[in-house]
């Protein structure tokens, strides 16, 4: 995971804080993990109607672990593509903590996801000067990789993120990667200095070198000179439902 913020580092850092009036992201961390049980049909089958289903059901599970609400998804979420399916999922998480939600996709910003993914790294790692955008430098990134579809991989990031999960940067109950990678999908992104500019997102799956499934994603705002082509925006969201 990744968060930057050129020119203003020291600023955002001071906001990643521990206690909710200065925590810079949205909610609260669950109190355990919550991994997934991934039926035999994802090994087979990953994007099948069987394996895909099972991961809206972990969803559901996870939420519920938590006593909220399942997620109201559209009627044809599981045809969706992968990328407007982990779209739908980020709005709705952040939604449901009452952040802003993430205008839309573009193009630029899913390649970048997609290098990020066949470097098997955060997409920042993938391309030192993968942000082309000078206006576009307040943002946060994911990677996954291994699991079946994207569905599973979200609710890794959102569930099961702590000590003992897949995790790389939760290596002790205290580090400061713990939970990161929930962090980012409901980062609050303030408006702040000249950071006034559109929110926007790029996701990718796809694969690494090797062949082996990954994931990734990238969201921030852009100042207010940022202005985005967007292939896809949440006011569309009524086509889905």
Not at 153 to 171: I, K, R, V
Request: positive net charge; charged residues 15%; hydrophobic residues 35%.
């Amino acid at each position: 995971m990744r968060r930057a913020l050129v020119g203003l580092l020291v600023a955002f850092q001071a906001g990643f804080g521990a206690s909710g009036a200065l925590a810079a992201w949205g909610g609260s961390d669950p109190h355990s993990n919550f991994p997934a049980r991934v039926p035999a049909v994802c090994f087979s089958a990953p994007q099948s109607k069987k394996c895909l289903q099972a991961g809206v059901h972990y969803l559901n599970l996870a939420r519920a672990q938590l006593h909220q609400p399942s997620y109201q998804l559209p009627g044809d979420f599981i045809t969706l593509s992968p990328v407007l399916q982990a779209f739908v999922l980020t709005n709705l998480d952040r939604r449901y903590y009452k952040l802003p939600s993430i205008t839309g996709l573009t193009q630029e910003l899913n390649r970048d996801a997609m290098a990020g993914v066949r470097a098997d790294a955060d997409p920042y790692q993938a391309d030192p000067g993968f942000i082309n955008d000078p206006h576009f430098q307040y943002f946060t990134s994911n990677w996954a990789g291994g699991f079946p579809n994207i569905l599973f991989a979200y609710g890794s990031w959102m569930y099961d993120d702590g000590y003992h999960s897949p995790n790389g940067d939760c290596t002790s109950p205290h580090a400061s990667g713990c939970w990161g990678h929930r962090h980012d999908i409901l980062w609050k992104f303030p408006k702040e200095y000249t950071l006034t500019g559109p929110l926007a997102m790029g996701i990718a799956a796809g694969k690494d070198s090797s062949g082996q499934p990954g994931y990734a994603m990238l969201v921030g705002r852009g100042d207010r000179g940022y202005r985005p082509k967007y292939l896809y925006k949440w006011s569309q969201r009524k086509q889905w439902w």
